[in-house]
């Protein structure tokens, strides 16, 4: 009797192992491509990422770099570096230039192909990721209350 208790505990210690692994792996892979990384322009001109990486690339939009059509051109700068971007689509109505962006999208040759373009929404909010950056660089300025 004391035998079989022990074998029923150590199969159902295994088996919730190999659930917990089991779970762990597909979550994993429901992560893949979940997972965005943000890059700065300074780091994507540093160590360009791999052509077929999805990441997200933020800065703010240099000034006269803005080109309308039926595939917006313009640059992403954080001051340290700049890096051009191409998108199709429509961009939000608060996208401008000087002003913070973050898009997602990939580098195809050295330009940033844009998939989603996100900009800030009222006068004052950039995002975290882009203020940390400019941070960095050293040109970051507070927003004027």
Known sequence: MKGLKKKRRVQIIVLAFVAL????????YAFQDGINFFRSPSQVAEAPP????????????????????EVIRFSVTDGGATVPVTYRGIL?????????????????????VATEILAKHDESYMPKEVVDALKEQGVYQPPES
């Open 21 to 28: 692994a089991i779970s762990g792996a597909l979550i994993g």
């Open 50 to 69: 791999a052509p077929n990486e999805v990441f997200r690339l933020g800065g703010l939009v240099s000034e006269g770099s803005l080109e309308r059509g």
């Open 92 to 112: 939000p109505d608060l996208f401008e230039e000087n002003q913070g962006m973050i898009g997602t999208g990939s580098l195809v040759d050295g330009v940033f």
